[in-house]
């Protein structure tokens, strides 16, 4: 009797094992929408959350000198804009002509102090808070009660953002204040903390005055660039899966010093210049052969007076 055939199912071939992603982030990020697009069942994103203080371990070197891991792959960095990415990596030991990094979006500085603070009572009609409203002594500095940074890149902290954390602590007990990106501020929101907007520099009188805000974007090394992050790169540009790089083409070594002006428009930018396109394209349509037409008012106009392009009173002169 011939020996039974072997039960059928999916043979070892056929199984697929995603190709992971290692993305170090730093609080207040949000990658979710960027790995939701990039995620697939052959690629996975795994996330090593860090402090800020540590946001360039996975590109520094090892203590001995050795070369860096390569994990993870990719990571958030994120910088005063009164600084550089440059800066930023060289004063974590790291020789910025080694990484990439592609700048994303600049984040706005907020101001929070406890509902006792005398500044809990600033009037957000007056605009945001000045910097010379706040006493620099009284400044709580987040990095104070951040824990060491990790000497291997993908070891996490217990309690990522400790430091952000314990300032608003402090500060909730009416003590100081603490200036951090808003998204940092939303992350650590507490009831008995308020959370004020704070005057930036491109808003004040004088240069010298506001703060700068921050810039946020990834970076990697060149000697661990791959296909795998390059098409999650493409995922937070918004390119569809399979497209082509040359489709969204964008200068990915470190960005020259100039801060949101190298960095291109902003996300509202963006918006707006979009926005003033849809109108322009309205407008043509609305008023054809009406050069400077804004609207299908003027339209309605040109339909009764033939003769005077852009007048509002063409039914009125059709009367006459």
Same mark, same amino acid.
């Given at each position: 009797m011939p020996p039974s055939p072997p039960p059928s199912g999916p043979s070892t071939a056929d199984e697929i094992v995603p190709e992971t992603l290692f993305l170090s982030t730093i609080p207040g990020a949000s990658p979710s929408k960027w790995v939701d697009r990039f995620t697939s069942r052959e690629?996975?994103?795994?996330?090593?959350?860090?402090?800020?203080?540590?946001?360039?371990?996975?590109?520094a070197p090892g203590p001995d000198g050795s070369a860096p891991r390569g994990l993870p792959q990719l990571g958030y960095l994120r910088w005063r804009l009164d600084s550089t990415p440059e800066a930023l990596l060289a004063a974590g030991g790291v020789d910025p002509a080694d990484v990439h990094v592609v700048r994303f979006y600049e984040e706005d500085p907020v101001v929070c102090v406890g509902q006792d603070h005398l500044l809990a009572a600033w009037d957000a009609a007056d605009g945001p808070v000045p910097c010379s409203e706040l006493d620099p002594a009284e400044r709580m500095d987040p990095a104070r009660f951040a824990p060491e940074p990790p000497v291997d890149p993908l070891d996490a902290p217990e309690v990522p953002g400790a430091g952000e954390r314990m300032a608003v602590e402090i500060?909730?007990?009416?003590?100081?204040?603490?200036?951090?990106?808003?998204s940092v501020a939303r992350m650590?929101?507490?009831?008995?903390?308020?959370?004020?907007?704070?005057?930036?520099?491109?808003?004040?009188?004088?240069?010298?005055d506001g703060h700068p805000g921050w810039g946020v974007g990834l970076a990697w090394l060149k000697?661990?660039?791959?296909?795998?992050?390059?098409?999650?790169?493409?995922?937070?540009?918004?390119?569809?899966p399979g497209s082509s790089r040359n489709d969204h083409h964008q200068t990915?070594? $470190?960005?020259?010093? #100039?801060?949101?002006? =190298? +960095?291109?428009?902003?996300?509202? /930018?963006? $918006?707006?210049?979009? #926005?003033?396109?849809? =109108? +322009?394209?309205?407008?043509?349509? /609305?008023?054809?052969?009406?050069? #400077?037409?804004?609207?299908?008012?003027?339209s309605k106009g040109t339909k009764g007076a033939k003769g005077?392009?852009?007048s509002k009173g063409g039914r009125g002169g059709k009367r006459r």
């Open positions: 690629r996975s994103v795994h996330l090593v959350n860090h402090d800020v203080g540590a946001q360039v371990t996975f590109l500060v909730a007990t009416g003590a100081g204040h603490v200036v951090l990106p808003a650590f929101g507490r009831k008995d903390v308020v959370v004020l907007p704070l005057e930036r520099r491109s808003d004040a009188a004088e240069a010298s000697a661990v660039d791959s296909q795998l992050v390059q098409d999650f790169v493409g995922a937070a540009k918004g390119r569809r990915t070594t $470190a960005a020259p010093q #100039g801060g949101a002006a =190298a +960095a291109g428009a902003s996300r509202s /930018g963006k $918006a707006t210049t979009t #926005g003033r396109n849809v =109108a +322009a394209t309205k407008g043509a349509k /609305g008023a054809k052969g009406v050069q #400077g037409s804004r609207g299908s008012k003027s005077s392009p852009g």
